[in-house]
Every structure is written in structure tokens, then in C-alpha cells.
């Protein structure tokens, strides 16, 4: 496959991926999530009593602008913020029930979502998909010490 083809495919799905990511999370539970707001719930699911600064690095946000997202996300009684025992200075972020149900609802919705894209294909095929994007996953996270284009 050509380079220019490969970064095709890759930018399609990326902005697929997105655009399902947004659909989902447009009303969720009640609740108007933005596709961040999701990624921000995700990761403190993810960890255990990770640190704001632990979240805004693994989403790659700037402290000041993830804040903001914490803020709106705890005055609405998704995420709590407590200080560190032993160093004030730090925030550790858990999720409220209500942000854990919110987390389950869009888990719920986004596997909904994937199971029915993959559903047209046969057994050996979804699992091919399922194998490759693990392993497409592994690959991008271990180049990360080396390469990023982006910077």
C-alpha cells in the first residue's frame, strides 16, 4: 500500500471514528457530553485515583484548558475532585456515581455502535479487525519514545 493511501485510510477512520465518538455523546443519560468531556471520563474510569495531571497527560491536554473540562464536569456532578493526603497541591479526579453511570451508558452505546459496524463481517473477520486495531494500538503506543509527527 502506498504511503499516500495508508495515511487515506488512516484519516478516514480517524474522522469516522470521531464523527460516531460525537453521535454518542451528543445525549447521553440525559446529559449533554462533549467527545472531550467523554475522553476525560474514560480515562479517570481507566485509573485508579489518577491526578488531574495524570488525565491531562494521557489525553494530551494543557492543564489550563483540562481545568476547565473538570470544572464543568464536577459542577455537574460527574467528576469529584480530592485534594492529594499527603501534597494539597495535587487533585486526584474519581467519578461520582452519576459519572460512572454516565461512563457505562456511553460504553454501552459505543460498543452498540462498533458491534453493529463489525456485523457484517464473518466471525474470523471481525476477529482479524479486533486483533489488528489491538495490535495497531500496541505498535502506535510503543513508537511514542521515538516518533511524533505531530510535534
Known amino acids: 500500500m502506498e504511503n499516500e493511501n495508508l495515511r487515506s485510510v488512516f484519516q478516514m477512520i480517524v474522522r469516522r471514528f470521531g464523527f460516531l465518538n460525537e453521535r454518542c455523546c451528543e445525549d447521553c443519560c440525559g446529559d449533554s457530553i462533549s467527545l472531550v468531556q467523554s475522553h476525560i471520563i474514560y ?25 476547565r473540562q473538570i470544572k464543568t464536569l464536577a459542577e455537574r456532578d460527574l467528576v469529584k ?58 505498535t502506535m503506543k510503543d513508537s511514542e519514545s521515538y516518533c511524533c509527527p505531530l510535534k
Open 81 to 138: 475532585k480530592t485534594p492529594h493526603p499527603n501534597d494539597n497541591r495535587i487533585n486526584l479526579l474519581s467519578l461520582t456515581p452519576k459519572g460512572e453511570a454516565t461512563e457505562q451508558k456511553i460504553n454501552q452505546d459505543m460498543n452498540h455502535y462498533l458491534n453493529q459496524i463489525l456485523s457484517p463481517l464473518s466471525d474470523f473477520e471481525r476477529e482479524t479487525v479486533i486483533r489488528s486495531l489491538h495490535l495497531l494500538e500496541t
Open 43 to 67: 480515562e479517570i474510569s481507566r485509573q485508579k485515583d489518577p491526578s488531574m495531571q495524570d488525565i491531562a497527560g494521557a489525553l494530551g491536554l494543557d492543564i489550563t484548558t483540562f481545568s
